[in-house]
């Protein structure tokens, strides 16, 4: 399997990083409340999928004299992207990061994904963990595909996170 959500977070954390913030996978097990500077935090929030064709059949293709049958769904995928800031970085760390973020996202893409909606919130203060948080919501439309191997029985063999690339 390929990971295709996993993958796609992935690539979201390394442009984060590339374009100067800290980000991270959504609970990695170091606690945001220990980084000493903001961090992003990256998830799958949601995927609505709807259908496509007759039962998701997409065609077929031949790559390397090995056929396979290719099904997919159209989607709306949304990614959560929580910014964390401790307490001595305020509440205006939180918000500088996310406009770096939003600016990253919607000039490079979502792990190269065409960005449809961002949406970015309000900043809060979490008592209980004593650090503040602001949430980011970024919306791309992707195609889920899966492959099915004739060689392996016809078999679904791999799973992508497709879409338009920017």
């Known amino acids: 399997m390929s990971g295709g959500?996993?993958?796609?977070?992935?690539?979201?954390?390394?442009?984060?990083r590339e374009s100067g913030i800290n980000a991270v996978l959504a609970r990695t097990p170091e606690p945001a409340s220990r980084w000493r500077e903001a961090v992003a935090a990256v998830s799958v929030k949601s995927v609505r999928c709807a259908g496509?064709?007759?039962?998701?059949?997409?065609?077929?293709?031949?790559?390397?004299?090995?056929?396979?049958?290719?099904?997919?769904?159209?989607a709306d995928l949304t990614l959560a992207i929580d910014v964390y800031a401790?307490?001595?970085?305020?509440?205006s760390a939180c918000q500088e990061a996310a406009e770096?973020?939003?600016?990253?996202?919607?000039?490079?893409?979502?792990?190269?994904?065409?960005?449809?909606e961002?949406?970015?919130?309000?900043?809060?203060?979490?008592?209980?963990?004593?650090?503040?948080?602001?949430?980011?919501?970024?919306?791309?439309?992707?195609?889920?595909?899966v492959a099915a191997d004739q060689e392996a029985g016809g078999y679904f063999t791999d799973f992508e996170v497709k879409g338009r690339r920017t």
């Open 52 to 74: 496509s064709g007759f039962q998701n059949y997409l065609g077929s293709e031949t790559n390397g004299g090995k056929g396979r049958e290719l099904y997919g769904r159209a």
């Open 86 to 91: 401790p307490r001595d970085g305020g509440g």
């Open 100 to 116: 770096q973020a939003a600016e990253a996202l919607l000039t490079r893409g979502a792990a190269g994904l065409e960005v449809c």
């Open 5 to 16: 959500f996993n993958g796609l977070r992935e690539g979201v954390v390394s442009l984060l």
């Open 118 to 145: 961002l949406t970015v919130g309000q900043t809060e203060w979490l008592d209980r963990e004593g650090i503040y948080r602001l949430r980011m919501e970024c919306l791309c439309r992707v195609w889920l595909t």
